[in-house]
Nanobody, 130 residues
Framework: QVQLVESGGGSVEAGGSLSLSCEVSRYISSSTCVAWFRQAPGKEREGVAVIHRPNSREYYADSVKGRFTISQAVAKNTVYLQLNSLKAEDTAVYYC???????????????????????WGQGTQVTVSS
């Protein structure tokens, strides 16, 4: 069954905003970390932001810090990513991912790399025109 469902992607002009949502299935609701990754054509999938669900601790990639905000609605089992001041280089497919706690890395207790997350959504396209 589908465990993570993203929504909210779209097209926007540079400087605009979008809001992404990730509904986390009850089957993996115990996952302590939910992250947003993105992958642009020809590039590696990179971690954008993560939230540690028990204490809502947040981490961001330097490229989005101050522009993107990750948050959660616990009762809805949903994690959000607010994208503000969008740039053309933010254009990518954005993925929601869920995983457990890890024991090393800059985003403790959450992971930051692709292989540290075991559940993935289908992705949603974000296109920013300059």
């Amino acid at each position: 069954q589908v465990q993570l469902v993203e929504s909210g992607g779209g097209s926007v002009e540079a400087g605009g905003s979008l809001s992404l949502s990730c509904e986390v299935s009850r089957y993996i609701s115990s996952s302590t970390c939910v992250a947003w990754f993105r992958q642009a054509p020809g590039k590696e999938r990179e971690g954008v932001a993560v939230i540690h669900r028990p204490n809502s601790r947040e981490y961001y990639a330097d490229s989005v810090k101050g522009r993107f905000t990750i948050s959660q609605a616990v009762a809805k089992n949903t994690v959000y990513l607010q994208l503000n001041s969008l740039k053309a280089e933010d254009t990518a497919v954005y993925y929601c991912a869920a995983g457990g706690s890890v024991y090393g890395g800059p985003w403790l207790p959450c992971g930051r790399t692709r292989n540290q997350f075991g559940s993935w959504g289908q992705g949603t396209q974000v296109t920013v025109s300059s």
